[in-house]
């Protein structure tokens, strides 16, 4: 890797970290959820990055996976337990971080710990030659120390230039086998924890889309809409909201590439046995020596 692009991975991280920052400072009693959200990626814009994904608000009960839509009237309330997920990119060069916040309470002070402590034990074990069930090894004890659950089947990932998800799975769980990290990797490490099932899944629109495939369709303005999309963000993901920008009928153009396969979303991803959620998460880059937290 070039040291262009090792200064390009450091800066998207940084900024991440910033804009994480930044957000938790907004979360507060009656905020409005899109304000916020607003607030977060404008922040990253002024600052010289793009948005790696939409911001994710992912409250109580939800693992991940949900952002305001643009008529969103939603408000954080006293005692919601919110994961903040920011990503950011520098010329495709993603930076994911995240953290959970509790308004006006502690009563999950101790499971937000858990998803803490879990991140940095996996930190500790991740370098080179390391199996990436090693991870899940250290995440699943951790956490289970604290009397909690980790999620099963919310895992980290691998990540690559204009590629938020690269095939590489960092899990939460006790696994045998897995990626063998190596030097020059850069992934995301993220514990969830939970009083809960320790699974989730969903089926509900999170407002968060992907670009499926690019294809001819019988229509003028979703065509167009589809190569905006293509060529703005490059396959990462993007949010319903960030459009009207784009056309002034876009809603009606986002269903039509819906029902033609070309765009699909993201589903809510609820807790299966209704139990809070905690959040955390590093981007770390591995190096000869161990790993380097770019979110840091």
Same mark, same amino acid.
Do not use: C
């Given at each position: 890797?070039?040291?262009?692009?090792?200064? +390009?991975?450091? %800066?998207?991280?940084?900024?991440? @970290?910033? /804009? $994480? &920052?930044?957000?938790?400072?907004?979360?507060?009693?009656?905020?409005?959820?899109?304000?916020?959200?607003?607030?977060?990626?404008?922040?990253?814009?002024?600052?010289?990055?793009?948005?790696?994904?939409?911001?994710?608000?992912?409250?109580?009960?939800?693992?991940?996976?949900?952002?305001?839509?643009?008529?969103?009237?939603?408000?954080?309330?006293?005692?919601?337990?919110?994961?903040?997920?920011?990503?950011?990119?520098?010329?495709?060069?993603?930076?994911?971080?995240?953290?959970?916040?509790?308004?006006?309470?502690? +009563?999950?002070? %101790?499971?937000?710990?858990?998803? @803490?402590? /879990? $991140? &940095?034990?996996?930190?500790?074990?991740?370098?080179?030659?390391?199996?990436?069930?090693?991870?899940?090894?250290?995440?699943?004890?951790?956490?289970?120390?604290?009397?909690?659950?980790?999620?099963?089947?919310?895992?980290?990932?691998?990540?690559?230039?204009?590629?938020?998800?690269?095939?590489?799975?960092?899990?939460?769980?006790?696994?045998?086998?897995?990626?063998?990290?190596?030097?020059?990797?850069?992934?995301?490490?993220?514990?969830?924890?939970?009083?809960?099932?320790?699974?989730?899944?969903?089926?509900?629109?999170?407002?968060?889309?992907?670009?499926?495939?690019? @294809?001819?369709?019988?229509?003028?303005?979703?065509?167009?809409?589809?190569?905006?999309?293509?060529?703005?963000?490059?396959?990462?993901?993007?949010?319903?909201?960030?459009?009207?920008?784009?056309?002034?009928?876009?809603?009606?153009?986002?269903?039509?590439?819906?029902?033609?396969?070309?765009?699909?979303?993201?589903?809510?991803?609820?807790?299966?046995?209704?139990?809070?959620?905690?959040?955390?998460?590093?981007?770390?880059?591995?190096?000869?020596?161990?790993?380097?937290?770019?979110?840091?």
């Amino acid at each position: 890797m070039s040291s262009e692009d090792i200064g +390009k991975w450091r %800066k998207a991280g940084k900024l991440a @970290r910033d /804009a $994480l &920052n930044y957000g938790k400072t907004l979360i507060q009693k009656n905020s409005s959820m899109l304000d916020v959200t607003n607030k977060i990626e404008k922040f990253v814009i002024d600052n010289n990055g793009e948005l790696a994904f939409p911001t994710n608000l992912a409250v109580n009960n939800v693992g991940a996976h949900w952002t305001p839509s643009s008529k969103s009237k939603d408000v954080f309330e006293n005692g919601d337990l919110v994961k903040l997920d920011v990503g950011v990119h520098i010329d495709g060069y993603i930076g994911d971080n995240a953290l959970t916040v509790e308004i006006g309470s502690s +009563k999950y002070s %101790k499971m937000i710990e858990a998803s @803490r402590e /879990a $991140l &940095n034990a996996a930190i500790e074990v991740a370098a080179p030659g390391v199996n990436a069930g090693m991870i899940g090894y250290a995440v699943q004890d951790v956490i289970e120390g604290y009397g909690y659950r980790p999620i099963a089947n919310l895992t980290g990932h691998g990540i690559k230039r204009y590629n938020l998800h690269s095939g590489v799975s960092i899990p939460s769980i006790r696994e045998r086998g897995g990626a063998v990290l190596k030097s020059g990797d850069v992934i995301a490490i993220e514990p969830f924890a939970t009083d809960g099932a320790g699974r989730v899944g969903g089926k509900r629109n999170s407002n968060i889309y992907h670009l499926r495939q690019v @294809r001819k369709i019988r229509d003028e303005k979703a065509t167009e809409l589809m190569t905006e999309i293509q060529n703005r963000y490059h396959g990462l993901p993007f949010a319903e909201r960030w459009l009207h920008s784009i056309q002034d009928d876009v809603t009606k153009n986002l269903q039509k590439l819906l029902r033609s396969g070309v765009v699909s979303y993201y589903p809510i991803l609820d807790e299966l046995g209704k139990g809070m959620v905690t959040q955390a998460e590093h981007t770390v880059m591995i190096n000869k020596d161990g790993v380097e937290v770019l979110t840091a």
